[in-house]
């Protein structure tokens, strides 16, 4: 059975992110440090998502965790 991740919210998390950083992404969607992981998803057939900045930019981690480029935002939030 698989569960289907909980939407933190119908929008991107525009977030700075530093380059050679490595930033863990919530793909369960109960982190209280969204859109990052805070170990919630224990005990759930989630994981987290590493990301590794490949340059000092702004980027949209997905809101809604049903982004077909995890952990990146593709715009399926527009479809909730």
Same mark, same amino acid.
């Given at each position: 059975m698989s569960d289907a991740p909980i939407v933190a919210q119908k929008s991107p998390f525009p977030v700075e992110v530093v380059e050679g950083k490595t930033y *863990?992404? =919530?793909?369960?969607g109960k982190s209280n440090r969204q859109p990052f #992981? $805070? /170990?919630?998803?224990?005990?759930?057939?989630?994981?987290?998502?590493?990301?590794t900045a490949d340059a000092t930019k702004k980027? *949209?981690? =997905?809101?809604c965790k049903h982004s077909s480029k995890a952990p990146l #935002? $593709? /715009?399926t939030h527009s479809g909730l």
């Open positions: *863990f992404w =919530c793909a369960c #992981c $805070d /170990g919630s998803h224990k005990g759930t057939e989630f994981e987290p998502v590493k990301y980027v *949209f981690f =997905c809101g #935002c $593709d /715009g």
